[in-house]
């Protein structure tokens, strides 16, 4: 198994990133998936969930700036994230929480600053 995130960069706030991460190893179609943040001296907290029929809940720190997609075929979950605020800064992961979490990749960092 395999997660790789990747997208990330320095932005300035208001700005727009787009983040994938691809699964390898999995079926990953059958499983939902989420994107988390962790902040330095922060827990890693989940921001996004879409489900495997597609349906997508947002953390509301994230609602209506942040949109999660996946793409079955390519095994690849994206994270479109707008209107970036300084507070969005941390390092970006992918992963699946059922049945159970999979080893975590080296993610992604996202920098919001001016």
């Known amino acids: 198994v395999q997660i790789v995130e990747s997208g990330g960069g320095l932005v300035q706030p208001g700005g727009s990133l787009r983040l994938s991460c691809r699964i390898s190893?999995?079926?990953?179609?059958?499983?939902?998936m989420h994107w988390y943040r962790q902040a330095p001296g922060n827990q890693r907290e989940s921001v996004a969930r879409?489900?495997?029929?597609?349906?997508?809940n947002y953390a509301d720190s994230v609602k209506g700036r942040f949109t999660i997609s996946r793409d079955n075929a390519k095994n690849t979950v994206y994270l479109q994230m707008n209107s970036l605020k300084p507070e969005d800064t941390a390092v970006y992961y992918c992963?699946?929480?059922?049945?159970?979490?999979?080893?975590w990749g080296q993610g992604t960092q996202v920098t919001v600053s001016s």
């Open positions: 992963n699946r929480r059922e049945p159970i979490t999979l080893p």
């Open positions: 190893g999995i079926s990953f179609s059958s499983y939902n």
């Open positions: 879409i489900t495997t029929g597609g349906t997508r």
